[in-house]
């Protein structure tokens, strides 16, 4: 009796993943869950790999033109960020894990344990205050380059796609969004200490740094008409003339033939160059 009675619990549970409500994991849902999990022996091999079909194919599927795997980006991150869909998960692999699918699952469950520890120890600090305020930000990043990947002396070094794993407000896809604006305010607000500035004596100008990877800095109209942005090298502007007074001891800049007849520098900024006797070589 006792047997017919949990069989029909899991039935019923199945059958609820199947139907895939969009709140499914509700109390109720952990309740049942919990109960009928609780004699793992009454489970046949194929209920319990039903059920972990059921779960995983709950986040996967078509999302518009793209399709979201169980192993996505975006589920890692839903997952590491909402405990009581973890909970469920790691009660799953738990109790079945003598079936084959609960690898899928246990590859899943390690990858968001990842995940949450560099969230709970992040390397990037996106609340800081620039001790000096740049006011050409293609300037700024060219000095960041300098000091991060040139000399080594700007740290931590960075990488678009740590600061994504890191990053807790929402989920960064660069997958589907192509580069990151929130990168971009990071870069944007990044403290670079005096001393560093005062130590910058040359700039390698090098528009295929990683910095500038999966990096963008989209103007409000871009939040309207465009899901997919890209990153890139960030052209230095007019404005740089103001900030070259943050770096009172540099004495040339080099840039590529490519950059120099593609992109090109300002006339003012080259104007500004020269009357403070700073050299523009070309590589």
């Not at 300098?146 to 796609?161: G, I, S, T, Y």
């Not at 670079?192 to 005062?198: A, K, M, V």
Request: hydrophobic fraction near 40%; include cysteine; aromatic fraction near 12%.
């Amino acid at each position: 009796m006792f047997g017919l009675f949990s069989e029909s619990k899991i039935e019923k549970l199945l059958k609820k993943i199947e139907s895939r409500p969009q709140d499914l994991f509700d109390q109720e849902f952990h309740f049942l869950l919990k109960s009928t999990l609780a004699t793992p022996k009454d489970w046949s091999k194929s209920q319990k790999s039903a059920l972990i079909d059921g779960v995983l194919s709950y986040f996967s599927g078509m999302d518009g033109w793209d399709y979201i795997a169980e192993d996505s980006w975006q589920n890692i991150f839903y997952f590491a960020t909402h405990n009581d869909v973890l909970e469920c998960l790691k009660l799953i692999a738990e109790k079945c894990d003598d079936v084959l699918e609960a690898s899928r699952l246990r590859k899943i469950l390690k990858e968001v344990r990842r995940i949450q520890h560099r969230q709970r120890n992040p390397i990037y600090d996106i609340n800081q205050t620039p001790s000096v305020e740049f006011k050409d930000i293609g300037f700024k990043l060219a000095v960041i380059h300098q000091l991060m990947f040139e000399e080594n002396k700007l740290h931590p070094k960075f990488d678009v796609h740590l600061f994504a794993e890191e990053y807790t407000k929402h989920c960064i896809d660069l997958e589907r969004r192509g580069a990151s604006d929130e990168a971009g305010e990071y870069l944007r607000n990044l403290d670079i200490p005096l001393s560093l500035l005062e130590q910058v004596d040359v700039i390698k100008l090098s528009p295929y740094s990683q910095l500038y990877h999966c990096v963008c800095f989209p103007s409000p109209l871009d939040f309207m008409f465009h899901r997919y942005r890209e990153g890139g090298y960030v052209p230095i502007k007019e404005q740089a003339v103001e900030d070259l007074a943050f770096l009172p001891n540099l004495k040339k800049i080099y840039l590529s033939r490519k950059l120099a007849t593609e992109i090109g520098l300002p006339e003012n900024f080259i104007q500004a160059l020269k009357e403070r006797n700073i050299e523009l070589v070309q590589l």
